[in-house]
């Protein structure tokens, strides 16, 4: 069933696919976000699901001049809310090198005397301090994995707020940080509060060992 861009399933399956994409492929130089559905399709699968075939385009957060096509198929799963959703994305050209960016983060935190510990980014007016920029883009990739395994059908995830970050001291090569965030559910306007533990390398990517929903008063 061909569905128009600005339907409302279509958009939803579309935000996810960008999050899944900016999981994997994102980092603290580079996020992705949804800026447009050229197209959407649905198809209906006796027993399985709802499987959304859609052309987008992703653009970057920080850079938003930069844009990418990408084409997504996503598969919803009928009345199991406990399996993410099958998501797959293929870019169409190269993503821009972000390498420099990278690499300057990751030196920044190593050389740090102690761990760092942040909150409230943004602040109450929207502010962000350019250090703690990379801090918000690599919550931004990490929450991506949050909302690809915890969505359905019906649920379209934002980053909100990082309420606390605090670095975790490691002896090995990664950085660590365990975030709490403020996630928006755009479709009940709820903001529910989520703990994630992030692993990230320059070489290895972003990894999120843990992460857990949890009670509002918990993030206060």
């Not at 920044?108 to 909150?119: C, F, G, Y």
């Not at 934002?158 to 365990?178: C, M, S, T």
Request: glycine share 4%; aromatic share 6%; proline share 4%.
């Amino acid at each position: 069933m061909e569905l128009p861009p600005s339907h409302h399933a279509a958009t939803r399956a579309a935000a996810l696919a960008a999050c899944y994409l900016s999981y994997r492929r994102g980092s603290p130089g580079r996020c992705l976000a949804l800026q447009a559905v050229r197209s959407g399709r649905r198809q209906d699968i006796d027993g399985i699901g709802h499987k959304y075939y859609l052309e987008l385009v992703l653009e970057d957060v920080v850079d938003k001049d930069s844009t990418v096509n990408c084409t997504a198929e996503v598969l919803h799963h009928l009345g199991n809310k406990n399996i993410a959703p099958d998501v797959q994305v293929t870019v169409e050209g190269e993503l821009k090198n972000t390498d420099e960016a990278d690499n300057m983060f990751y030196n920044r935190i190593k050389s740090l005397d102690k761990e760092l510990v942040a909150e409230n980014i943004p602040d109450n007016h929207g502010n962000i301090s350019p250090e703690m920029e990379p801090i918000r883009l690599l919550a931004w990739v990490a929450s991506g994995y949050v909302i690809w395994q915890n969505s359905t059908e019906n649920t379209k995830f934002q980053l909100a707020q990082i309420k606390h970050v605090k670095q975790v001291k490691r002896n090995d090569e990664y950085l660590e940080f365990d975030y709490m965030i403020l996630l928006h559910e755009m479709v009940s306007q709820e903001i529910i509060p989520w703990q994630m533990t992030v692993l990230w390398h320059p070489q290895h990517g972003v990894q999120v060992t843990r992460e857990s929903r949890q009670l509002k008063h918990e993030s206060e």
